[in-house]
């Protein structure tokens, strides 16, 4: 027999959680004999209500999501202009990212343990309140005449080390605010993905009329207040989440490092998601490659120069969140499978190729509108999924860590993408990152295990068939990490 933890893990290999509340039958209605529907099916319109609707929680996450992340956007264009103009040093404006990323990728892969055991709304509030004061404190520094550079750096890294918690911390209140707000769970990831990709176009914007008007210290300023807003509608909104009533129970491991390593072996051996994490972490590599590197350089060698760079980030950006909206309301009534395919190759392949053969710059904008309608529709999906992978109790731990792969190759996009430059040219590294990139998508979604992404009834997801088998490969195998889960557990 295997132990809760191995069998949460087991259900994990297979795609296997069980649904929210609100797909389940009534309490006291008889044992359903008839074969379950189809696993694509959304939930029907007529299941019984088990609750009353709460928005609260929904609209509380998504505001203090965009109120941090355009704190982050701004910051990421204020901070180097205010490093450029003010010590005319291109050297120092170029480590003011270094300091910021770092301390933000380490401290969220070693924070979930911690926000588990404290929960997500008092690590989201303490950062948020601490990248508040730090964020304040540099212009206040610096209008006295104290701020050096080192001070500086080190204020960077604590906001770096505050918001890497802090943001993964807001990520894990998306199932319970959905389930809240009885909708499906990819309306909420689809709401979330909008949200980014919203704060990702209009942060740097604002960011950019604010320096240009009054200056950088002033953006600084809207940075910090930005910070303290997010840290105020968590701490008035939202709740720690809790397990849902039927998810398979898990053994709690006992000290830090020992839940820490529970989360790192319930993320290397759940097969779908280590998949999912692994793609997404090449994926993220290559991206950082295009848009440091070969985006600029093609803009320049093509004669389309900077407004090109522009062009390019805007069409896109705005097309996908057109279509993170439209998903938000539409993914659960899709095949998952079949719309990651869709989604990321066209996000992702066809800008390369256009760019790669030469085509004019009206062809390409079209070619990146596109791809930005199929990315929208990504997110959605891949996030619904990754929710449902991982038990509640061990959401902050496993969560966490993943999102700290997916970054750890970003860091070296730049030289990624500077190497096969100098190497293949500018168009042979279009056509290598495009190639790379085909690979990263397709080959993982090839393998058995991501049959697991469709969408799970509750036969699927019974003790019975986490424990013996759903007639899912997982099912068959020795439950994959079970010695490790002990050892942990």
Known sequence: MTSRHAAAQQAADSGTRTPSPDALPA???????????????????????????????????????????????????????????????????????????????????????????????????????????????????????HLSFGLLLGLLAVVGAADGPANGAKGLFVPAATRAARVPLERGTGLSAAVERTATTIGPAIAGVVVASFGSLYALWITACLFGVSALVV??????????PHEMPVEEAEGYFSRLRQGA?????????????????????????????????????????????????SVFAATSIIAALVAAGVAERLPRRAVYLIGFTLGGVPRFVAMATGAP??????????GGLGSGFVNPIVGAVTYELIPTPLLGRVKTLAQAVTWAGIPFGGLLGAGLVTVAGTSGAL???????????????????????????????????????????AGTDAVPGEAAAKEVA
């Open 27 to 145: 309490p006291d209605a008889p044992p359903a004999l008839e074969a379950p529907p189809a696993l694509d099916a959304p939930p029907s319109p007529d299941a019984p209500d088990d609750g009353p609707r709460v928005l609260r929680g929904l609209v509380g996450m998504l505001s203090a999501n965009a109120a941090s992340l355009s704190a982050n956007r701004v910051l990421s264009i204020a901070l180097p202009w205010f490093v450029l103009t003010t010590t005319g040093s291109v050297g120092k404006t170029g480590l003011v990212a270094f300091f910021q990323i770092v301390p933000y990728v380490v401290a969220q892969a070693l924070a979930g343990p911690i926000i588990d055991r404290v929960g997500p709304k008092r690590i989201s509030v303490a950062g948020d309140l601490a990248s508040t004061v730090a964020t304040a404190t540099a212009p206040l520094l610096y209008l006295t005449g």
């Open 235 to 244: 701490s008035t909104t939202l709740s720690d989440p809790v397990p849902e």
């Open 265 to 313: 072996v319930f993320l290397r051996d759940a097969k779908l998601l280590r998949s999912i994490v692994c793609m997404l972490a090449v994926t993220n590599l290559l991206d950082q490659a295009f848009m440091s590197v070969l985006l600029p350089v093609w803009a320049k060698e093509t004669g389309n120069g900077a407004g090109a760079i522009g062009l390019v980030v």
């Open 361 to 370: 710059l009206w062809l390409v904008l079209v070619v990146l509108a596109v």
């Open 431 to 473: 056509w290598i990152v495009g190639g790379l990139y085909l690979v990263a998508i397709g080959v993982p979604a090839l393998n058995r295990e991501w049959a697991g992404m469709r969408k799970r009834t509750v036969s699927d997801a019974s003790p019975v068939d986490t424990e013996h088998g759903n007639g899912s490969s």
